[in-house]
């Protein structure tokens, strides 16, 4: 898994880059409210602008990748997010940031859907080994973002955003040189093309499964950072802690236990873990140590569900071969990222926002209450799915990777 071209692993390290910015702004969510005196449902709008357009940006990605090439679309994707970064840095309100932060969620949804296929569709090995491989970039971008948050925000509010632009500015230039240029594919993907892959009823339940866990997992991101009520450095420390136990289990525990449990039943036990965590923390809200010691063990869940529920997608939707037996229509796995992404990060907007309005004006408990309550549902949901998700533990047939590859876009190795 590990002795792949260099293409990939430009890719990934731009990967880890473009994943720092979800977390990135977490140590600073209460410096920004108390130097800007914003209230905390609108600094979580940072959050929310930033995801709501990475979501319906996703369902362009395919047709831009597909008419302009992967490569040229990975560095329109990091331009526009060192633009958007660095005008976010140098804003003097909080809606300037969070409109800057809507362009940086344009650029991360060209990136982030172009270099899951991409990696996926070079990358040496197994779907799943690609996968592992493209959860170590989220992990390790996840992990390091809050620490590089906490950082430069103990400095200024302002580091993290210059931060970004400096490191994105390096990934676009490594990206440059390494990742040879890509063929687009026979067919442009037309923007029709991911609500029709959500005609598939895993895939459906999959994204379904994602957009809930996602309201859960943004809830605890977003909004944990006011009820600690610490300095941006400890802030950062404690969800440092948070993204190495999810990269650890991303990319250790997760592939044990699907090999040991199968991947849809780790799935649901994941999730009711992950819910039972986010009570914890609805009932022990008042309690710092209680709601940083939850940050750090909601991450080891996190991860496990990460790396499951992206391989789940890349197999859920029929492939070349397993679509042509069955009599539909086969989906590229770069429309099958689409959709899914669309949907998920449907979740990952709203939640934000929504935590913050019920903090300030009913409970600092209910937004926890409520993440649980999501999360519940998503476990609720992937177990009423998984009768259309039989196959995601079949090995791969080498001649159906082979037919999916042909059709995919495939870069250089070297």
């Not at 992967?70 to 309100?93: D, E, F, Q, V, W």
């Not at 950062?236 to 040991?260: D, E, K, N």
């Amino acid at each position: 898994m590990w002795r792949q071209p260099k293409a990939v692993w430009a890719v990934a390290f731009a990967s880890v880059v473009a994943f720092m910015g979800i977390g990135l702004v977490d140590p600073i969510l209460k410096p920004i409210a108390d130097n800007l005196d914003a209230s905390p449902s609108q600094v979580s709008l940072l959050f929310t602008s930033y995801m709501a357009v990475m979501g319906v940006a996703m369902l362009i990605t395919g047709v831009v990748s597909s008419r302009i090439g992967p490569k040229r679309t990975l560095l329109l994707g990091l331009a526009i997010i060192i633009a958007g970064a660095g005008l976010a840095g140098m804003s003097g309100s909080v809606m300037e940031i969070v409109g800057w932060r809507a362009l940086w969620g344009l650029g991360n949804a060209l990136f982030i859907a172009t270099a899951l296929a991409t990696i996926v569709n070079s990358a040496r090995g197994s779907v799943a080994q690609a996968i592992i491989l493209y959860e170590a970039a989220l992990g390790l971008g996840i992990a390091v973002g809050p620490l590089v948050g906490g950082v430069l925000g103990s400095i200024s509010w302002r580091g993290p955003f210059f931060g970004v632009s400096v490191l994105m500015a390096l990934a676009l230039v490594i990206t440059t040189f390494l990742l040879p240029e890509t063929p687009r594919p026979q067919r442009a993907t037309t923007l029709a093309d991911p609500f029709r892959a959500l005609r598939h009823r895993g895939l459906f339940g999959v994204g379904v499964t994602a957009l809930l866990y996602n309201f859960g997992f943004f809830t605890l991101l977003a909004f944990t950072p006011f009820p600690l009520d610490m300095s941006a450095h400890q802030i950062g420390l404690i969800f440092f802690g948070w993204g190495v136990a999810l990269a650890f289990t991303s990319v250790v525990v997760a592939p044990r236990l699907q090999h040991g449990f199968g991947t849809i039943r780790v799935l649901i036990v994941n999730l009711l873990f992950f819910s039972l965590t986010l009570v914890v923390m609805a009932l022990g809200t008042d309690s710092k140590a209680v709601l940083a010691t939850c940050v750090v063990i909601a991450g080891l869940f996190i991860g496990v569900n990460n790396t499951l529920i992206t391989e789940t997608v890349m197999k859920a939707a029929p492939s070349c071969r397993s679509a042509a037996t069955r009599g539909i229509q086969p989906v590229e796995r770069g429309v099958a990222s689409a959709a899914y992404s669309f949907m998920r990060f449907g979740g990952a907007a709203v939640a934000p926002w929504l935590a913050g309005v019920l903090g300030e004006q009913i409970s600092v408990h209910l937004p926890f209450w409520v993440g649980a309550g999501a999360v519940l549902l998503a476990a609720v949901v992937l177990f009423a799915t998984r009768g259309h998700l039989a196959g995601v533990d079949a090995d791969e047939d080498p001649e159906d990777q082979a037919l999916d590859e042909a059709t995919a876009v495939t870069v250089g190795s070297d």
